[in-house]
């Protein structure tokens, strides 16, 4: 069974940083293209990173320069750097895959940007 567990999230001011990880089991995280998704409070869900099973890395317009996602396949856990955090960075951050025709989410992690 597929299992995304995602931590890290938390309250930073303006400017600061985090690392968001995401741990997967029941597949592994190099053979699939893996996601990470937020949802502020009162928007939808929207894409914000994804990563290939090659190691594509592919960015919506709005975080380029600021978010990084990567792997590390000896942990079987996708991250997501993000930078420079802005007030509009708030939200619950998702990590998301799909595997043989269904989609996977876990729970998030929630981001607080305020001073």
């Known amino acids: 069974q597929v299992q995304l567990v995602e931590s890290g999230g938390g309250l930073v001011q303006p400017g600061g940083s985090l690392r968001l990880s995401c741990a997967a089991s029941?597949?592994?995280?190099?053979?699939?293209?893996m996601g990470w998704y937020r949802q502020a409070p009162g928007n939808e869900r929207e894409l914000v990173a994804t990563l290939t099973s090659g190691g594509y890395a592919n960015y919506v317009n709005f975080v380029k320069g600021r978010f990084t996602i990567s792997k590390d396949n000896a942990k079987n856990t996708v991250y997501l750097r993000i930078n420079s955090l802005k007030p509009e960075d708030t939200a619950v951050y998702y990590c998301?895959?799909?595997?043989?025709?269904?989609?996977?989410w876990g729970k998030g992690t929630l981001v607080t940007v305020s001073s």
């Open positions: 998301n895959v799909g595997v043989r025709g269904m989609n996977y």
């Open positions: 029941g597949l592994i995280v190099s053979l699939y293209t």
